[in-house]
């Protein structure tokens, strides 16, 4: 079974400081792993996914990730935060082709400290 | 917007009772999923269709149930509603086919029970 840890419910960050937002998987096979975002009132939007390949990746309005398999880790980051990062945020696993069910974390709260 | 439209927006209604949500996927996307969104339980996998058969299930109660028509649309019943099936529940489509698929959610329907 699939599983993900998200460490803060909660984080309230300056308006340009750094954003960190964790995220801890187990998985007994080779995960994907997907951070998405919900603003209030709305659906699930994805910030960024890995699959194969580069650990370290990119995705939309600034966010990055990087899978470390050792530490079964995917972390996300934003070098500045922006006051319409507030929202909340969501790491996810799945096994991918097959069986292709999104297994959530509890989120995070993300607050931007003008 | 995701393409992925749901149906109503919005539902009250009281215990004990039975409703139905609609999804219409994106089109061309053949693999359609449920989700719940509660306090209590977070985001949960409900189930997964493809091309009109089930192909997953997660924590689904048997009071629920889903199916997948032909023209790809799908619908959610719930029945002998419960106070604790109050929840935003989500559907996401993906194209479904091998490889990674990208799951696109939907708005959600947030259905409260009284």
């Known amino acids: 079974a699939q599983s993900v840890t998200q460490l803060g419910s909660h984080v309230s960050v300056s308006e340009g400081a750094l954003v960190l937002l964790r995220c801890n998987y187990s998985?007994?096979?080779?995960?994907?792993l997907f951070w998405y975002v919900q603003y209030p009132n709305q659906g699930l939007q994805l910030l960024l996914k890995?699959?194969?390949?580069?650990?370290l990746v990119k995705g939309i309005n600034g966010f990055e990730a990087e899978f470390k398999k050792s530490e079964t880790s995917f972390h996300l980051t934003k070098p500045s935060a922006h006051m319409s990062d507030a929202a909340e945020y969501f790491c996810?696993?799945?096994?991918?082709?097959?069986?292709?069910?999104?297994?959530f974390g509890t989120g995070t709260r993300l607050t931007i400290i003008p | 917007d995701s393409g992925v439209t749901q149906t109503p927006k919005h539902l009250i209604t009281a215990t004990g009772q039975r409703v139905t949500l609609r999804c219409s996927p994106r089109?061309?996307?053949?693999?359609v999923y449920w989700y719940q969104q509660s306090l209590d339980q977070g985001l949960q996998f409900l189930i997964q269709?493809?091309?009109?058969?089930?192909?997953a299930k997660g924590n689904i109660l048997e009071r629920f149930s889903a199916q997948q028509f032909p023209d790809l649309h799908s619908e959610l019943n719930l029945s002998s509603l419960e106070l604790g099936d109050s929840a935003l529940y989500f559907c996401?489509?993906?194209?479904?086919?091998?490889?990674?698929?990208?799951?696109?959610f939907g708005p959600g329907t947030r259905l409260t029970v009284l």
């Open positions: 996810a696993v799945s096994e991918g082709f097959g069986n292709e069910k999104l297994t």
């Open positions: 269709y493809y091309n009109g058969e089930e192909r």
């Open positions: 998985s007994s096979v080779p995960p994907y």
């Open positions: 890995y699959t194969t390949g580069a650990t």
């Open positions: 996401a489509s993906s194209a479904g086919g091998e490889g990674y698929n990208e799951q696109f």
């Open positions: 089109s061309g996307d053949l693999s």
